[in-house]
C-alpha cells in the first residue's frame, strides 16, 4: 500500500494529497467571487500551481484535470486563460463540464491530478 503524505489537512478536505508518486489536488476555488471568468479562472491556476508546488509538482507533470463550469458559456474564455497558462508544457487529460458549484458567484473550479 503507497505511503500517504496529506498536505494542508483540515477537517473536511486536504488541500493536496500525495501517493504512489502521484498528487491529488483539492478542487481549486477563485479567491474573488464577483470577478469575471477570466480572473477567476487566473486565480484557480494560480492556486494550483501554489499547491501543486507544496506537494512537490509542477504544471509540467499534469496527468489529468478535470473542470467545473458554471456555465458553459464561459468555455471559451476559460480556454484562452487554461492553453496561455498550460504552454508550453504538454496537455494533460481533461473533462470539462457544466456544475452547479458550491458558491453561487464562482464561475469555474478545477481540480487536478500530477505526477510528483
Do not use: K
Not at 479567491?31 to 509538482?57: C, F, H, K, W, Y
Request: charged share 20%; net charge negative; with cysteine.
Amino acid at each position: 500500500m503507497p505511503e500517504l503524505e496529506r498536505f494542508e489537512p483540515g477537517p473536511r478536505y486536504s488541500e493536496a494529497v500525495a501517493a504512489g508518486g502521484l498528487v491529488f489536488l483539492a478542487g481549486q476555488v477563485p479567491e474573488d467571487p464577483e470577478a469575471g471568468i477570466t480572473q477567476q479562472a487566473a486565480e484557480v491556476l494560480a492556486a494550483i500551481e501554489r499547491a501543486l508546488a507544496l506537494a512537490g509538482s509542477t504544471r509540467a507533470r499534469l496527468v489529468s484535470a478535470t473542470i467545473y463550469l458554471r456555465e458553459m458559456a464561459d468555455y471559451a474564455a476559460f480556454n484562452a486563460v487554461w492553453d496561455a497558462w498550460l504552454l508550453p508544457h504538454p496537455a494533460p487529460a481533461r473533462a470539462c463540464v457544466q456544475a452547479l458549484l458550491a458558491d453561487p458567484r464562482w464561475r469555474v473550479e478545477v481540480q487536478v491530478v500530477a505526477a510528483r
